[in-house]
């Protein structure tokens, strides 16, 4: 059974950080790029950030540029997502995607965690 669990959410401050992990099991996705999601309250799912299968190409939303970061390591099976400066409208739950079916900014993917909660308080 494939499973991507994510792990290091919390409560922290405004300009605080977080570290963010996706465990996978089940299978390997080291040929797949993989991505983070993030949904708030009443929102819809939106997209964070992505990486290619080999950690060189990486892409943001304009929300998070230059304060979040992904990242990858392919021989524990991970993915991570390092968040500094954190916000208050950074609140949401967190997803973890693998394997797009199409445009990686898209909630097209084949696998979801099941989220790990991250609020920041002001």
């Known amino acids: 059974q494939v499973q991507l669990v994510e792990s290091g959410g919390g409560l922290v401050q405004a300009g605080g950080s977080l570290r963010l992990s996706c465990a996978a099991s089940?299978?390997?996705?080291?040929?797949?790029?993989m991505a983070w999601f993030r949904q708030a309250p009443g929102k819809e799912r939106e997209f964070v950030a992505v990486?290619?299968?080999?950690?060189?190409?990486?892409y943001y939303a304009d929300s998070v540029k230059g304060r979040f970061t992904i990242s990858r390591d392919n021989a524990k099976n991970t993915l991570y997502l390092q968040m500094n400066s954190l916000k208050p409208e950074d609140t949401a739950v967190y997803y973890c995607?693998?394997?797009?079916?199409?445009?990686?900014?898209?909630?097209?993917?084949?696998?979801w965690g099941q989220g790990t909660q991250v609020t920041v308080s002001s």
């Open positions: 990486i290619n299968w080999i950690g060189v190409f990486t």
């Open positions: 995607a693998a394997q797009p079916r199409t445009d990686f900014r898209l909630r097209e993917y084949n696998y």
């Open positions: 089940g299978r390997t996705f080291d040929s797949t790029p």
